[in-house]
């Protein structure tokens, strides 16, 4: 260390480096304390956690966190968490017991950026190595300056940690590979009657005693994490393995035990978070045999069984400590780790998301879906320097398998999940992993052309003036990061028209961010119940809402609410982030934002979040007097709710449902049926209504199930024209309608 610092004690680049890891070790934590908790925080990974805390602690006695359904806030609801990896859920979860935290959110927020944060050092570390001081200080501050990573490292617990896990075990599977890799040839030497020469292999970091005794800390710790995990064979195995290193390749390039012993560290941070980690022994796999092709001729047996050897046995000790803190894997490691694969590879939830201005599902989505919302959402610098590279050094003798491997990692999942069709939504955070090799080459390629200029040039100025692009082109996510904390995430490049031209058009607040400032807005401006009764707020994600009013639950208290329905639950004020089911047509038409919108979330001047302020709860008493069975009563309510807001679909569907089945007590049929086709034209439909419309199809000679088929078809056309294509494609496909 003292000998790096001393060498480069006159390189402005690495003061540089230094000064901003050490910098961005501090800022990104704390702008992490200002951001809402994710979607998935509050209702599934705090309570797995908690779950895998009572595992542990209990000797294994409280299996709760392996169930298929668990019971929270008195409600059973299904559970397939145990598929999980969830180490970083654990790991804060146990800091908040250990130290008695009662923001358990911050304290999660913070180490999840401090996750970001390795991404950012280790990501500068790969372009460094690559290229220099200039090209690391590059990558660092692309990675930091791209809002959509940037924003995901502050309350991302899966995404985040399993995207350090792989660029660090991208770093040190270079660091392996360059550990094996020729410099040249020794002094020639003999073997037998033949004249020989010896490869010549990196210079070993520590004295052959030091070397040799870490070798064997690192024997005892493999064999103690897989014995405890695989049991006795695959434990014998490694062992094996490693004494074979020791004992059998002494003539062979030393590896560095630090990088092997990191290197299984990184990956069992990506596995246990994430067991699609297992796509990095794959690129281990494909880089070890590129670089077989490339050095074949300078390398003998001893050479190449020792590189395997070792890079089994790291793979095979990193897998099994990422099961460490995973319950069910522990149980069988290797079949249900397979078995959480297979889960994951046909994940089969589908959720509603809007993209290029429809509601589709996720499962419905196109094949460029990730691709384009890439193309929408990564900083132009970030694409100007990726394509840079290959024309400016990237296929250099010394650096082309490097590159190739930095481009392949980037490429390869992002043209797998077009080619699978995986079933993804909310952008690309399930791409996250992917994109730090992209930033990476994208700060190789302006040095690389920074220095393609200064040397055509044959003056410095030149390459300066070069060298000041990538930082003027990082201007403008910079300002996004500014003026729209804590919502980085929320961006849209140049390209796409930024944020103002997204709206209603892609998904924005996909995560729910937005809830945390819009709970206490509430909780500083709702106007205090005359009754003294509590102020009541909908919300559709109950369970963040809860958190950040937890401290005051002798005023306030949560209420489940839908958007479509609102009117049908009891609230004061409703919290709502732009994002499940608001059509494009709403959301850009005369009708939003509602008229009790009294406050709204901005980024870049657009909302991704409303707050409601009820005028009337006469559509709630309606409800409740139309479940109680008093029509006529639920009647006059729902006109009076009319009155206050001619839009209320509460009030509309019910206030219509209840005239279509008087008109048709009334025998006015044509009438009745007029009005049924007036509410699935607005896409609002209800039990009352099906009835209505069967029974008026089958009094002119229509047959039950053709009336059923046209009445939702007739209701899936009304989702189309209001925008939910979403639904509508749902219902044709579950009734076979087409």
């Not at 598929?83 to 913070?110: K, L, P």
């Not at 393995?241 to 002494?250: P, Q, S, T």
């Not at 691709?371 to 250099?396: D, E, N, Q, R």
């Not at 409703?574 to 059509?583: E, F, H, K, Q």
Request: proline share 4%; glycine share 8%.
């Amino acid at each position: 260390m003292k000998k790096l610092f001393s060498e480069n004690r006159k390189n402005i680049w690495f003061w540089l480096f230094v000064g901003i890891a050490v910098l961005l070790f501090f800022v990104m934590p704390l702008m992490s304390r200002g951001a809402g908790n994710s979607g998935d925080e509050d209702k599934f990974q705090i309570p797995q956690g908690r779950f895998v805390m009572d595992y542990f602690k209990s000797d294994g006695q409280d299996t709760t966190c392996m169930k298929n359904v668990v019971n929270l806030n008195g409600i059973d609801q299904n559970w397939n968490l145990k598929y999980y990896g969830c180490s970083f859920d654990v790991v804060t979860e146990w800091i908040n017991q250990t130290f008695g935290i009662e923001d358990i959110a911050r304290t999660r927020h913070m180490c999840n950026a401090f996750m970001g944060w390795l991404i950012v050092l280790f990501g500068g570390l790969i372009a460094y190595r690559m290229g220099g001081w200039r090209a690391g200080v590059y990558a660092m501050l692309l990675l930091f300056f791209s809002p959509r990573l940037l924003g995901h490292s502050f309350n991302n617990p899966k995404d985040i940690p399993f995207a350090a896990g792989v660029v660090m075990t991208i770093y040190y599977m270079m660091m392996f590979i360059r550990q094996v890799t020729p410099k040249g040839l020794d002094e020639k030497g003999t073997k037998g009657k033949k004249t020989v020469q010896k490869v010549a292999f990196p210079e070993q970091v520590f004295g052959e005693k030091v070397h040799r005794i870490m070798s064997y800390v690192l024997l005892v710790i493999s064999a103690v994490v897989v014995f405890a995990t695989a049991g006795f064979g695959i434990g014998l195995i490694v062992v094996i393995l490693e004494l074979a290193v020791i004992f059998l390749f002494k003539d062979a390039p030393k590896f560095n035990p630090l990088t092997l012993f990191m290197l299984a560290i990184s990956f069992a941070l990506a596995i246990s978070n994430r067991i699609g980690a297992l796509i990095l022994l794959g690129y281990f796999g494909l880089w070890g045999l590129l670089w077989l092709v490339r050095y074949r001729k300078q390398l003998n047996g001893a050479i190449v069984a020792k590189t395997i050897c070792v890079a089994l046995s790291v793979s095979i000790v990193g897998f099994f400590a990422g099961m460490l803190l995973w319950p069910f894997a522990m149980q069988n490691p290797v079949h249900n780790a397979m078995e959480s694969f297979k889960l994951m590879s046909q994940f089969d939830v589908s959720l509603s998301q809007l993209f290029e201005g429809e509601l589709m599902s996720s499962s419905d989505l196109p094949w460029y879906y990730t691709p384009k919302f890439m193309l929408m959402t990564i900083p132009i610098a970030v694409m100007i320097g990726w394509l840079l590279y290959p024309f400016f050094g990237a296929f250099k003798k010394e650096r082309r398998l490097e590159s190739i491997m930095i481009y392949f990692c980037f490429l390869f999942p992002v043209f797998w999940i077009v080619y699978t069709g995986a079933n993804v939504y909310g952008g690309w955070r399930h791409s996250l992993f992917a994109y730090p090799p992209m930033a990476i080459a994208a700060g190789l390629g302006f040095d690389a052309f920074a220095a393609w200029a200064g040397t055509k040039s044959k003056k410095r100025i030149v390459e300066a003036v070069v060298a000041a692009v990538p930082f003027l082109l990082m201007v403008s996510p910079a300002l996004h990061t500014v003026r729209n904390h804590p919502y980085e995430y929320v961006y849209f490049n140049e390209l796409s028209g930024g944020v103002k031209k997204a709206f209603g058009n892609y998904e924005l607040d996909y995560y729910y961010h937005s809830m945390r400032e819009a709970t206490e807005w509430v909780m500083a401006n709702a106007e205090p119940k005359t009754d003294g009764e509590k102020t009541l707020i909908g919300s559709w994600h109950v369970e963040s809402t809860r958190y950040f009013m937890r401290n005051d639950t002798a005023h306030f208290a949560t209420r489940y609410a839908k958007w479509g329905n609102r009117y049908d639950y009891d609230w004061d004020y409703m919290v709502y982030p732009l994002t499940g089911r608001l059509t494009r047509e709403y959301l850009l038409g005369p009708d939003f934002p509602p008229k009790d919108c009294v406050h709204t979330i901005d980024v870049d001047g657009v909302p991704i979040a409303v707050i409601l302020k009820r005028k009337t709860h006469n559509d709630f008493l309606g409800v409740q007097q139309l479940k109680a069975g008093n029509t006529d009563s639920a009647y006059v309510l729902f006109q009076k709710a009319l009155q206050e807001d001619p839009d209320n679909q509460t009030a509309l569907l019910n206030a219509g449902s209840i005239s279509a089945m008087r008109l048709l007590q009334q025998g006015n049929i044509d009438e009745a049926i007029a009005q049924v086709n007036t509410l699935l034209d607005k896409g609002l439909m209800d039990q009352n209504m099906l009835n209505v419309y069967v029974t008026v199809c089958m009094q002119k000679g229509m047959d039950q199930n053709t009336a059923i088929g046209n009445f939702y078809k007739a209701y899936a056309d009304g989702l189309d024209k209001n925008g939910d294509k979403s639904t509508a494609s749902q219902i044709r496909q579950q009734l076979g309608i087409r």
